[in-house]
């Protein structure tokens, strides 16, 4: 094994040891999923205000760029079958 691997494996346990600790007490371990909950709900109304932005500006927003990315996903999925029918025909 090498040393990056051999690092990786001992922080690895090091930090599964610490956060075993951490969570131990019940009442630490709700304090951190509150405070976890908490993190996530601000990131939420974050993302949300920062796409309000992006479309009062009439720029493009995450949302749109996945819209647009599974379309074209679609589209290449679907030129491949069409491929796929005209070699079988000829």
Same mark, same amino acid.
């Given at each position: 094994?090498? =040393?990056?691997?051999?690092?990786? #494996?001992?922080?690895? /346990?090091?930090?599964? #040891? %610490?956060?075993? #600790?951490?969570?131990? $007490?019940? !009442?630490?371990?709700? %304090?951190?999923?509150q405070?976890?909950?908490?993190?996530?709900?601000?990131?939420?109304?974050? $993302?949300? /205000?920062?796409?309000?932005?992006?479309?009062?500006? @009439?720029?493009?927003?995450? @949302? $749109?760029?996945?819209?647009?990315?599974?379309?074209?996903s679609g589209? !290449?999925?679907?030129?491949?079958?069409? $491929?796929? #029918?005209?070699?079988? =025909? @000829?």
């Amino acid at each position: 094994m090498g =040393i990056r691997q051999n690092l990786k #494996k001992q922080a690895l /346990g090091v930090s599964q #040891k %610490a956060m075993e #600790k951490l969570l131990a $007490d019940e !009442k630490r371990a709700m %304090a951190v999923a509150q405070a976890l909950g908490s993190v996530q709900r601000g990131k939420q109304a974050l $993302d949300r /205000g920062q796409e309000e932005l992006m479309r009062a500006l @009439s720029f493009a927003t995450r @949302s $749109d760029f996945k819209t647009v990315g599974k379309k074209l996903s679609g589209l !290449k999925r679907r030129l491949r079958e069409l $491929d796929e #029918k005209l070699e079988e =025909i @000829s």
